[in-house]
């Protein structure tokens, strides 16, 4: 039987039960005036509260409940700012949140905050934020702040705003001038080409490396993750290097850091690489037709830990699953033989690395996936706002659950050493099997996925009865 297969009938078997509907409220007039289009979710931590807000292109809806269940606030037409066409970030100062709008060329900015307790609102239509010869790489929501952070195009230098409800706060510069950014035949490199890449491929992904991820996300050539104030941003343009950039948010310090690929040379025509940052680990890889390199480094000194070698004539022995080919033209699961085979087709691909942990194991993926419609959002571009500030990871999920690809997966301990034993299921694989299960949960309306507390949520609307639900699923 294919492993697939198994798989699914496992988490059948023992997965059904660990859900409940946490919460079900009727949106069913609200939604008559204006049918929204996309469904934010926003967790107070102050409060242990969750808002959710319903949008269109014009007004704004939303509830507010404790963590007790119980409905403790609403508030009905906020208007959205004139300009405002792309969501980019909430922030909540005890009872008032605050949206941040861009227009679609995102050059200009604007907010509005609202009371669940009063029912007020106030829109901020500009909040004159001027970018110079720059050019936005990404909006994070960190610690109740929203940044916004740009690069220079003439200059090595990266930017970041920082907006509260007040409008726009600080301002930093950190200069990489110095740093030895070069290609892969030593040359200096500026570094906005270097963030943005190859035009032809998805350059920049926010990685959220606290939940399962696709090869399809963490194939980027750039890659941004953040830890509290710190923000790590890796770059694999080139696949001579492997580059990391840390910006300290709050002390405004900067660190920069390169290695070069295990396995690389210069004779390498084709070759392919990648990285992945899990916890205090730096994982990287490195694939030419006839071998790959995967190797661990410590994050805080860049020490190698680990490597492990996969030749084209040899077996994969640190493999833990058979070598899986999903989304093909004519069969949509397949079982690779050769090591060669595996070889060839990530290569010439999009290569990734991926892990995520499961109890004090770890579970790496190598491989390399096709890109595909994970579904997205009328208005609201998430970003990082989504994936950082408030555990959104529908996203992730999605792409988890549909991605295109050839890989396998290893099983290892905490200090990487191989194990034997098939790969652990995860919490997404617990909410596939919950939708498969359920038809009202396939293709549903203003669907959502975040966390709350050490739970994932899933949020569905049913438009025959008006009620919107948010089921529980415990990890």
């Given at each position: 039987?294919?492993?697939?297969?198994?798989?699914?009938?496992?988490?059948?078997?023992?997965?059904?039960?660990?859900?409940?509907?946490?919460?079900?409220?009727?949106?069913?007039?609200?939604?008559?005036?204006?049918?929204?289009?996309?469904?934010?979710?926003?967790?107070?931590?102050?409060?242990?509260?969750?808002?959710?807000?319903?949008?269109?292109?014009?007004?704004?809806?939303?509830?507010?409940?404790?963590?007790?269940?119980?409905?403790?606030?609403?508030i009905n037409n906020v208007i959205i700012p004139k300009k405002g066409k792309i969501l980019i970030g909430a922030i909540y100062d005890q009872e008032t949140y605050t949206l941040?709008?861009?227009?679609?060329?995102?050059?200009?900015?604007?907010?509005?905050?609202?009371?669940?307790?009063?029912?007020?609102?106030?829109?901020?239509?500009?909040?004159?934020?001027?970018?110079?010869?720059?050019?936005?790489?990404?909006?994070?929501?960190?610690?109740?702040?929203?940044?916004?952070?740009?690069?220079?195009?003439?200059?090595?230098?990266l930017i970041s705003r920082i907006l509260t409800d007040k409008g726009l706060i600080k301002t930093t510069h950190y200069d990489l001038s110095s740093q030895a950014i070069v290609?892969?035949?030593?040359?200096?490199?500026?570094?906005?080409?270097?963030?943005?890449?190859?035009?032809?491929?998805?350059?920049?992904?926010?990685?959220?490396?606290?939940?399962?991820?696709?090869?399809?996300?963490t194939n980027a050539f750039t890659k941004l993750y953040v830890d509290n104030n710190k923000l790590t941003i890796t770059n694999n343009l080139f696949n001579k290097y492997t580059?990391?950039?840390?910006?300290?948010?709050?002390?405004?310090?900067?660190?920069?850091?390169?290695?070069?690929?295990?396995?690389?040379?210069?004779?390498?025509?084709?070759?392919?690489?990648?990285?992945?940052?899990?916890?205090?680990?730096?994982?990287?890889?490195?694939?030419?037709?006839?071998?790959?390199?995967?190797?661990?480094?410590?994050?805080?000194?860049?020490?190698?830990?680990?490597?492990?070698?996969?030749?084209?004539?040899?077996?994969?022995?640190?493999?833990?699953?058979?070598?899986?080919?999903?989304?093909?033209?004519?069969?949509?699961?397949?079982?690779?033989?050769?090591?060669?085979?595996?070889?060839?087709?990530?290569?010439?691909?999009?290569?990734?690395?991926?892990?995520?942990?499961?109890?004090?194991?770890?579970?790496?993926?190598?491989?390399?996936?096709?890109?595909?419609?994970?579904?997205?959002?009328?208005?609201?571009?998430?970003?990082?706002?989504?994936?950082?500030?408030?555990?959104?990871?529908?996203?992730?999920?999605?792409?988890?659950?549909?991605?295109?690809?050839?890989?396998?997966?290893?099983?290892?301990?905490?200090?990487?050493?191989?194990?034997?034993?098939?790969?652990?299921?995860?919490?997404?694989?617990?909410?596939?099997?919950?939708?498969?299960?359920?038809?009202?949960?396939?293709?549903?309306?203003?669907?959502?996925?975040?966390?709350?507390?050490?739970?994932?949520?899933?949020?569905?609307?049913?438009?025959?009865?008006?009620?919107?639900?948010?089921?529980?699923?415990?990890?």
């Amino acid at each position: 039987m294919k492993y697939a297969l198994i798989l699914f009938a496992f988490v059948f078997s023992t997965l059904t039960s660990a859900q409940e509907e946490w919460v079900g409220f009727n949106i069913e007039e609200e939604t008559k005036q204006l049918y929204p289009k996309d469904v934010i979710p926003v967790v107070n931590e102050d409060t242990n509260q969750i808002a959710m807000f319903f949008t269109n292109r014009k007004v704004i809806f939303g509830n507010l409940h404790d963590q007790n269940k119980q409905l403790i606030g609403s508030i009905n037409n906020v208007i959205i700012p004139k300009k405002g066409k792309i969501l980019i970030g909430a922030i909540y100062d005890q009872e008032t949140y605050t949206l941040f709008f861009s227009n679609n060329n995102k050059s200009h900015f604007s907010s509005v905050s609202l009371s669940f307790k009063t029912g007020n609102f106030k829109i901020t239509e500009d909040l004159n934020i001027e970018f110079k010869k720059e050019k936005i790489v990404e909006y994070l929501v960190l610690k109740n702040k929203l940044h916004i952070l740009s690069v220079s195009r003439k200059e090595d230098v990266l930017i970041s705003r920082i907006l509260t409800d007040k409008g726009l706060i600080k301002t930093t510069h950190y200069d990489l001038s110095s740093q030895a950014i070069v290609n892969n035949i030593d040359r200096d490199y500026p570094l906005y080409p270097l963030l943005f890449g190859n035009p032809n491929y998805a350059a920049i992904e926010v990685v959220n490396s606290n939940v399962p991820n696709s090869l399809e996300q963490t194939n980027a050539f750039t890659k941004l993750y953040v830890d509290n104030n710190k923000l790590t941003i890796t770059n694999n343009l080139f696949n001579k290097y492997t580059y990391v950039i840390s910006l300290d948010l709050e002390s405004d310090s900067s660190n920069f850091n390169s290695i070069i690929n295990t396995g690389y040379t210069n004779n390498h025509h084709g070759a392919n690489s990648n990285s992945f940052i899990h916890k205090d680990k730096l994982l990287t890889i490195y694939s030419t037709l006839d071998h790959l390199s995967f190797s661990a480094y410590n994050l805080d000194d860049f020490g190698l830990i680990k490597t492990f070698n996969i030749n084209d004539k040899e077996e994969i022995t640190f493999k833990n699953t058979p070598i899986i080919q999903e989304g093909g033209a004519f069969d949509d699961y397949r079982e690779l033989e050769k090591t060669s085979k595996f070889l060839r087709k990530i290569t010439q691909s999009k290569i990734g690395i991926t892990a995520y942990s499961k109890n004090e194991d770890l579970i790496i993926t190598l491989g390399a996936s096709v890109e595909i419609d994970r579904g997205g959002f009328a208005m609201v571009n998430f970003g990082a706002f989504g994936v950082i500030a408030y555990g959104l990871i529908l996203d992730s999920f999605n792409s988890y659950t549909r991605t295109k690809s050839t890989r396998i997966s290893c099983l290892f301990d905490k200090d990487l050493n191989h194990k034997t034993g098939d790969i652990p299921l995860n919490e997404f694989d617990q909410i596939k099997n919950f939708q498969d299960a359920n038809r009202t949960y396939n293709n549903a309306h203003l669907q959502t996925l975040f966390k709350y507390q050490s739970s994932y949520f899933l949020g569905n609307y049913n438009k025959r009865t008006g009620e919107y639900t948010l089921t529980k699923f415990d990890n």
